[in-house]
């Protein structure tokens, strides 16, 4: 058994961050993941998330540019929070259900944080987490399969959000 992820990928956003460095986030995700808009940088409201396109497939992150007025609902928020708020989407969202990405502190630097709910058989509620270059993120979410978390926090060490 292994996890089939599906992107978009839910971002959250835990500290308050300016647009021009969401900006630049998104684009080295976006770049890293030759050229997919991967996260969907998540609002309090469903409304903006995506849904399925008529052919079947989910619908696109969010692109840039993020309006300079944007104000992130989940700052201050924990990441038991936001995966709580991921689980309770409605079933029409595609964001995939079990792996999601925030940004902390560290968000300034260039990382993102990649955060999985569940265990190794994706029960459960428990989220862990590791700390990842924003090149990388989308397309390391991307690419799970079954075991490939635990490779990830095995080599890196699990990551609590600095928030």
Not at 7 to 19: G, T, Y
Not at 121 to 140: F, R
Request: charged share 25%.
């Amino acid at each position: 058994m292994g996890f089939f992820v599906d992107p978009p990928f839910a971002l959250f956003c835990l500290e308050q961050l300016s647009s021009a460095t969401l900006d630049k986030l998104l684009l080295t995700a976006y770049d890293g993941s030759f050229s997919q808009w991967y996260f969907y940088l998540a609002t309090a409201s469903y409304d903006s998330a995506p849904k399925e396109n008529p052919d079947g497939t989910p619908g696109p992150g969010t692109r840039t540019p993020i309006p300079a007025s944007f104000t992130s609902s989940f700052v201050g928020q924990s990441v038991a929070d936001v995966a709580q708020w991921l689980k309770q989407k409605p079933e029409e969202v595609t964001l995939e259900p079990k792996f999601f990405a925030v940004l902390d502190k560290k968000a300034t630097e260039g990382k993102v944080v990649l955060c999985r709910v569940g265990d190794r058989e994706g029960k459960g509620d428990e989220v862990s987490c590791v700390l990842e270059e924003a090149t990388y993120s989308s397309l390391t979410l991307a690419g799970m399969e079954y075991g490939t978390w635990e490779e990830l926090v095995h080599d890196r060490g699990e990551y609590e959000p600095d928030i």
